[in-house]
Nanobody
Framework: QVQLVESGGGLVQVGGSLRLSCAAS????????VGWFRQGPEKEREFVAQISWSGSQKYYADSVMGRFGISRDNAGSTVDLQMNSLKPEDTSVYYC????????????????WGQGTQVTVAS
């Protein structure tokens, strides 16, 4: 069972930046699609970004396109989410997840989840 741990959340002003990191406990992480999801208060969990096992393919939700960037370091078993030009509507708990399926964007297709990290964007 792959254990995932997110870090890097916090409070930031509108227009600011944060970098989230997801660290995995197992080398099998290197062969998995990794995604970031978020869930705001009284909202459903939504897809944010994903990256293929090789790092060559990346996809983003329309709401974050051009502002967020996902990257991975398989040597270190980490996946980062760089978040720029943050908006109040980006306020959510952000989750890292890993899937044995190739480039899927629905949460039901992800088998392994972190505990989440809070991101709050103050206006």
């Amino acid at each position: 069972q792959v254990q995932l741990v997110e870090s890097g959340g916090g409070l930031v002003q509108v227009g600011g930046s944060l970098r989230l990191s997801c660290a995995a406990s197992d080398d099998t992480f290197k062969n998995l699609t990794v995604g970031w999801f978020r869930q705001g208060p009284e909202k459903e969990r939504e897809f944010v970004a994903q990256i293929s096992w090789s790092g060559s393919q990346k996809y983003y939700a329309d709401s974050v396109m051009g502002r967020f960037g996902i990257s991975r370091d398989n040597a270190g078993s980490t996946v980062d989410l760089q978040m720029n030009s943050l908006k109040p509507e980006d306020t959510s708990v952000y989750y890292c997840a890993a899937s044995h399926r190739f480039l899927v964007s629905h949460s039901r297709d992800y088998n392994h989840w972190g505990q989440g990290t809070q991101v709050t964007v103050a206006s």
